[in-house]
């Protein structure tokens, strides 16, 4: 880079410094430094890739719903994940990255989705478990993100925050009707927040401490509150709506503290957390195998489309002609 | 077989989609999605944007078809409309006592 470029380079950033500050937002023709352009790629494709594989934990109950409604409902609310992976893909090749190269990067590995759903849903409490805990715990992160710099995400997130409550929603109501239940159902109930409980207070990310990309990130507005910020809110949240359904979170040292008015909780195991981030969670494998047959298995779909449409436009040129 | 034919291969066109809320409204800009032409481009959009009636009726328009202005260019071409305060009502400033105006 000449001398000349570079100060042009440094007071187009200036420009987009101050920009930022008056909250102003970014939309994709914009110029913008290369950086913010990365992280905003890497975050909103890993969100994008958390909702479609978040289809699978789910869809492994929908032929097992426990009645009609419990099925079209949980059919809804995959179709959901699938609509939100959508708008997060599109918001996210608007800074000029493929739908195809994103969706390689998750299906061969590189790039990462939430931790959570390497894990395995074992019985029916778990549906009502993820719908409470799981989206609720997304809920707080994405109502934080309609604030977030980049337009195009800003916008995704305000779409799916509206659809994602009736998420939160049919998951508690599954776990009341449980833990009201007969003792075995309640039972379940409880087994379910057990399991649930930890990995989605992890879904918010490292400590602060030890997070790489937070200053930048929120210097840049892209991420507008920090890791443990949310997590807090989350717990908060999340505690009373338990003494509600009359379940127990797994944590001897949750207590709430009324100087600080939040509930104070008890460490973290980061070891099971890193583990399943680099690959060794329960489920990593079988997801990642499940979504490479899909994307296999599903090409003389997408090539038969191809050869109906160019089909469709020769029938059209002919008439036309 | 043409360039745009060998991308056509890999990765479906991207269309834009504008949905009417109801009527009266105008349609406005919900997004954008892949298809193979227009006719899946509307139906992709009927299941990703209008799952809960948020539309009566919906436009899709290849997104390589809209010409946009350079944001770059920002200020010369918006520019010249804001020192032009005479085109609004409230520069006219009104003897007291004037009513339904």
Redesign the interface.
Known sequence: MSEQEQMRERSLEEEFTKRIAQDEKI?P???MPQRYRQMNIRQISQHAHSEIVGMLPEGNWITRAPSLLRKVTLL?KV??EA?HG??LY?AA?TLGI???EMYEQMLCGKAKYSSIFNYPTLTWADIGAIGWLVDGAAIVNQVSLTHTSYGPYA??MV?ICK?ESFHQRQGYQIMYKMANGTPEQKAMAQDALNRWWWPSLMMFGPRDAESTHTDQSMAWKIKIKSNDTLRQMFVDQAVPQADILGLRIPDPHLRYNPETAHYEFGAIDWEEFWQVVKGHGICNKQRLADKNKAWKEGEWV?KA??A??EK??KKRVRKAG | MSQEEQS?????P?WEVFVRSKNGLEHRHF????A??A??ALQHAR??YT??MEGVSIWVVESKQIT?S???QQTAYFEPAQDKIYRHPTFYELPEGVKNM
């Open positions: 939309e023709k914009d110029w809804a179709q959901d609509g959508l708008y599109s090749e493929s739908r195809d916008r995704a779409r659809e997408r489309a191809v109906y449409a469709q436009a | 056509l291969k890999n990765e479906w991207l997004g954008s999605l892949h193979v032409d006719e899946m299941d990703v799952r809960r946009a350079d944001p770059a």
